[in-house]
């Protein structure tokens, strides 16, 4: 049984460029969710999709934006990249919009270097 | 906005010690998670609890609800090199879809 799957694993991009990351939730989980986590810090939520709908967002700025598709899959786009935007941003998956009641199936993550 | 405090920030133990790790807010959570996250890796969920006064236990490990569900704590008995890592407390608030994290707390047990 696949978990979340997430791509690329790595990334390194230049100031100002815009950057789309992908992920997969894990097999019968249709809510995606994504936090960025800073070195040394706890992720910190963005934004949650279910139903292809951006269902509640955290404290980002509009430059962070998502998409969910029908096969319940999301991409997170990030426009006009900042140096402070360089982290692991990680893509977490659940079932029916349960995971803060049971839990969420967490990626690998992407890392993000912007230079 | 809702913070999670973790304690200690590192740690570090000999192999057989026990450890307890703490995680506290001002706020109220209607449900508490611990998670562990290795280097490169994403967090992996160990444990979720939702009722004030919860104790559950996996394995060696012993995860406690405080009554008011503001506060949680981890305690591990005999560790192990293989308990090393990064724990995270996450609380949902009610109504939120979101996890807040503390910042984990780094666990190192030195064989």
């Known amino acids: 049984d696949a978990g979340v799957t997430q791509s690329p694993t790595h990334l390194i991009k230049t100031r100002g460029q815009q950057v789309t990351l992908r992920c997969s939730p894990k097999?019968?989980?249709?809510?995606v969710s994504w936090y960025q986590q800073a070195l040394g810090q706890g992720p910190q939520f963005i934004f949650q999709?279910?139903?292809?709908?951006?269902?509640q967002r955290g404290n980002f700025p509009d430059r962070f934006s998502g998409h969910q598709f029908p096969n319940y899959s999301s991409e997170l786009n990030v426009n006009a990249l900042l140096l402070g935007d360089s982290a692991l941003y990680l893509c977490?998956?659940?079932?029916?919009?349960?995971?803060?009641?049971?839990?969420?199936?967490f990626g690998s993550g992407t890392r993000l270097t912007v230079v | 906005t809702q913070l999670l405090e973790q304690s200690p920030q590192f740690l570090s133990i000999q192999e057989g010690e026990n450890l307890t790790v703490y995680c506290n807010s001002s706020?109220?959570?209607?449900?508490l998670q611990w998670y562990r996250q290795e280097p490169g890796e994403g967090p992996v969920l160990l444990v979720t609890?939702?009722?004030?006064?919860e104790v559950k236990k996996l394995k060696r490990l012993t995860f406690q609800f405080g009554d008011a569900r503001k506060d949680s704590s981890l305690h591990i008995t005999a560790a192990q090199p293989g308990d090393t890592g990064l724990y995270l407390c996450?609380?949902?608030?009610?109504?939120?879809?979101?996890?807040?994290f503390g910042k984990g707390t780094k666990l190192s047990v030195i064989p």
């Open positions: 706020s109220v959570f209607s449900s």
């Open positions: 999709y279910y139903e292809e709908e951006e269902r």
């Open positions: 977490a998956s659940s079932r029916k919009g349960q995971g803060n009641t049971y839990g969420y199936t």
């Open positions: 996450a609380g949902a608030g009610a109504g939120s879809y979101q996890l807040t």
């Open positions: 609890v939702v009722t004030g006064g």
């Open positions: 097999s019968g989980h249709d809510t």
